[in-house]
């Protein structure tokens, strides 16, 4: 399995979501990944 690197810009994205919103980290991590895949297909 390759090891996936993210931009500083997504960590600090995450990092917000939790900490500032509230959201749970799964729930983060989802919602994240999913925007990711999208804009490298798009």
Known sequence: ?????????????????????GYSINDTAERLVSIQIHSEIG
């Open 1 to 21: 399995m390759a090891r996936v690197v993210y931009s500083e810009e997504f960590i600090v994205e995450a990092v917000k979501q939790v900490t500032k919103n």
